[in-house]
Nanobody, 116 residues
Framework: QVQLVESGGGKVQTGGSLRLSCVAS????????MGWYRQAPGKERELVAR???????DYLDSVKGRFTISRDSAKDTIFLQMNNLRPEDTGIYYC??????????WGQGTQVTISS
């Protein structure tokens, strides 16, 4: 079992920045990919950014150049640095880890609200 806990959400003005953190615990040896999804009200979740064990990353087109995903393997933590935020970035952001066997693990979510 894997537990994920997000933090760092909040409310900022357009153009502001936030840094999200996700601490993982439990049986992590089968995890091979991790990242962040987000969900706006009435919409489906979309993958924002992901990172694998080698450090390779991928981003949603709309956040490229603005968001950066990173990880601290020693602390079982991943981060999402979000700059130049826009109202369209508003939503609940979920930490996500993928294990072998196609097992998806989710955090409880942290609210990100961009005004204007």
């Amino acid at each position: 079992q894997v537990q994920l806990v997000e933090s760092g959400g909040g409310k900022v003005q357009t153009g502001g920045s936030l840094r999200l953190s996700c601490v993982a615990s439990g049986r992590l040896f089968t995890i091979y990919s991790m990242g962040w999804y987000r969900q706006a009200p009435g919409k489906e979740r979309e993958l924002v950014a992901r990172i694998n064990l080698s450090g390779a990353t991928d981003y949603l087109d709309s956040v490229k150049g603005r968001f950066t995903i990173s990880r601290d393997s020693a602390k079982d933590t991943i981060f999402l640095q979000m700059n130049n935020l826009r109202p369209e970035d508003t939503g609940i952001y979920y930490c996500w880890h993928l294990a072998y066997g196609s097992e998806n693990y989710w955090g409880q979510g942290t609210q990100v609200t961009i005004s204007s």
